[in-house]
């Protein structure tokens, strides 16, 4: 079996990749973070963001790519409406990187290009009309197109956690739904699934269409090299008519830009956070696994555990744990090192809270503001959840206990909040 991924992520830069409109504040209001540049509009002139090169060569690096010394763009012509200039500005030869992998437990999934590019504008469809809001377009995207050496689900479900991880240490927000296509062949022929958003619906694709494929090869029937796409309700791949292939593309020179050297771009090493893990587990012999869920998506904890001695170290883990099951996120290294000398074992969050000297401050304001917007995050990354949301009792008692389980909050205060979030959502 052989699996490959084009995975798209937006850059963390404070502008767009072409133009000086912010790329990701103040979105809320359609076509307000708009210039000439971004709409695509004549006459108009791209200039590239630096910052966005420079991401994209730390990326690549973290990857382990060679990366271009000279890195340029090409026009990628189609006709669709969420690119109004007619084409999209995007590289092939001159990709920042190439050649690159991840390491995989000693196993190398090979990164054949990350490539920077525009993200076009968001189509809204509606019953019988469709919107459009071009705030979205002109935001840097990274595109990471892996070889196909990605040989079963649970190598793809490791790679997409190594890779998201890479990717949060490079300033990444992976919170933000990955856009993947998929391209799986059982046999010798290639399906591509187009369009995936958001890692749980990947794997589900990839499970479905992986089903699909062997119970055809059981039948003695053969598979139609095609592009299918994802149906989130049903949770299927289906058969999609395909605008283009790649090579129908045009595929041209972009005269409005240049050539762009990375020789005075140093990146620095990157952190592979898998790596960090398996060197605190031999140095302080505990559980990688337990490490890895602490480590891969955050750097605070990393930092505390390669600040804490062998002696202390099974206490610090610990004590990142309560921290987390209290509901305490905002404490300094300070206080932690100073809560690393008492004896926490068995102590409950007022004794906690006293012991960090901070019990009238947390029962005084609950910050109800940080809490919604933890259903928010929730709840809008588990859309059958949302789906069930109000009509089903079980999803809000459900989440009831998640809230109570992280934050000092009654279950009514707790309830009322989660039913105004999920009245938000359904009303987007
Ligand atoms: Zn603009």
Same mark, same amino acid.
């Given at each position: 079996?052989?699996?490959?991924?084009?995975?798209?992520?937006?850059?963390?830069?404070?502008?767009?990749?072409?133009?000086?409109?912010?790329?990701?504040?103040?979105?809320?209001?359609?076509?307000?973070?708009?210039?000439?540049?971004?709409?695509?509009?004549?006459?108009?002139?791209?200039?590239?963001?630096?910052?966005?090169?420079?991401?994209?060569?730390?990326?690549?690096?973290?990857?382990?790519?060679?990366?271009?010394?000279?890195?340029?763009?090409?026009?990628?012509?189609?006709?669709?409406?969420?690119?109004?200039?007619?084409?999209?500005?995007?590289?092939?030869?001159?990709?920042?990187?190439?050649?690159?992998?991840?390491?995989?437990?000693?196993?190398?999934?090979?990164?054949?290009?990350?490539?920077?590019?525009?993200?076009?504008?968001?189509?809204?469809?509606?019953?019988?009309?469709?919107?459009?809001?071009?705030?979205?377009?002109?935001?840097?995207?990274?595109?990471?197109?892996?070889?196909?050496?990605?040989?079963?689900?649970?190598?793809?479900?490791?790679?997409?956690?190594?890779?998201?991880?890479?990717?949060?240490?490079?300033?990444?927000?992976?919170?933000?739904?990955?856009?993947?296509?998929?391209?799986?062949?059982?046999?010798?022929?290639?399906?591509?699934?187009?369009?995936?958003?958001?890692?749980?619906?990947?794997?589900?694709?990839?499970?479905?269409?992986?089903?699909?494929?062997?119970?055809?090869?059981?039948?003695?029937?053969?598979?139609?090299?095609?592009?299918?796409?994802?149906?989130?309700?049903?949770?299927?791949?289906?058969?999609?008519?395909?605008?283009?292939?790649?090579?129908?593309?045009?595929?041209?020179?972009?005269?409005?830009?240049?050539?762009?050297?990375?020789?005075?771009?140093?990146?620095?090493?990157?952190?592979?956070?898998?790596?960090?893990? #398996?060197? @605190?587990? &031999?140095?302080?012999?505990?559980?990688? *696994?337990? +490490?890895?869920?602490? !480590?891969?998506?955050? /750097?605070?904890?990393?930092?505390?555990?390669?600040?804490?001695?062998?002696?202390?170290?099974?206490?610090?883990?610990?004590?990142?744990?309560?921290?987390?099951?209290?509901?305490?996120?905002?404490?300094?290294?300070?206080?932690?090192?100073?809560?690393?000398?008492?004896?926490?074992?068995?102590?409950?969050?007022?004794?906690?809270?006293?012991?960090?000297?901070?019990?009238?401050?947390?029962?005084?304001?609950?910050?109800?503001?940080?809490?919604?917007?933890?259903?928010?995050?929730?709840?809008?990354?588990? #859309?059958? @959840?949302? &789906?069930?949301?109000?009509?089903?009792? *079980?999803? +809000?008692?459900?989440? !009831?206990?998640?809230? /109570?389980?992280?934050?000092?909050?009654?279950?009514?205060?707790?309830?009322?909040?989660?039913?105004?979030?999920?009245?938000?959502?359904?009303?987007?």
């Amino acid at each position: 079996m052989k699996i490959g991924l084009e995975v798209h992520v937006a850059l963390p830069t404070k502008t767009k990749l072409f133009c000086s409109d912010l790329a990701y504040e103040n979105q809320e209001e359609p076509n307000s973070n708009v210039c000439p540049v971004c709409l695509g509009l004549p006459g108009s002139k791209p200039v590239l963001n630096e910052t966005a090169l420079e991401i994209s060569t730390s990326i690549a690096n973290a990857l382990n790519c060679k990366i271009s010394e000279n890195t340029w763009f090409v026009r990628k012509v189609y006709f669709y409406p969420d690119l109004p200039k007619g084409y999209q500005i995007t590289q092939l030869d001159g990709a920042i990187g190439i050649d690159g992998y991840v390491d995989l437990n000693g196993k190398k999934i090979g990164i054949r290009r990350v490539q920077i590019e525009e993200d076009p504008a968001r189509i809204i469809r509606e019953k019988d009309y469709s919107l459009l809001d071009f705030n979205r377009s002109g935001v840097p995207l990274n595109e990471i197109v892996t070889e196909p050496d990605i040989s079963n689900l649970e190598e793809l479900k490791d790679f997409v956690e190594e890779l998201r991880s890479i990717l949060y240490y490079q300033g990444v927000n992976v919170n933000q739904e990955l856009k993947t296509d998929l391209n799986i062949s059982l046999a010798e022929t290639r399906v591509e699934i187009k369009n995936v958003t958001g890692v749980r619906n990947l794997i589900s694709a990839a499970e479905y269409e992986i089903k699909r494929q062997s119970a055809m090869i059981k039948e003695g029937k053969s598979i139609k090299a095609e592009t299918r796409s994802y149906k989130e309700d049903t949770e299927e791949t289906v058969s999609s008519r395909e605008k283009e292939t790649e090579e129908e593309y045009g595929f041209t020179f972009e005269p409005d830009l240049t050539f762009y050297s990375t020789k005075e771009i140093k990146p620095q090493n990157p952190v592979i956070a898998s790596k960090v893990a #398996k060197g @605190l587990a &031999d140095k302080n012999q505990y559980s990688e *696994k337990t +490490i890895k869920e602490l !480590i891969m998506f955050n /750097k605070r904890n990393m930092s505390l555990l390669l600040g804490v001695n062998k002696e202390d170290f099974r206490k610090a883990v610990s004590l990142i744990e309560k921290f987390a099951a209290f509901g305490i996120e905002d404490y300094s290294s300070g206080e932690f090192n100073s809560m690393l000398k008492n004896d926490i074992t068995s102590v409950e969050r007022p004794a906690f809270m006293s012991l960090l000297g901070r019990e009238k401050a947390a029962e005084a304001n609950i910050d109800k503001g940080e809490i919604e917007k933890w259903i928010r995050y929730v709840l809008s990354s588990d #859309k059958n @959840l949302l &789906d069930r949301g109000l009509t089903d009792p *079980k999803v +809000i008692g459900f989440m !009831i206990g998640q809230v /109570k389980e992280k934050y000092q909050i009654n279950g009514k205060d707790a309830a009322d909040l989660i039913k105004k979030v999920i009245k938000d959502l359904q009303n987007k």
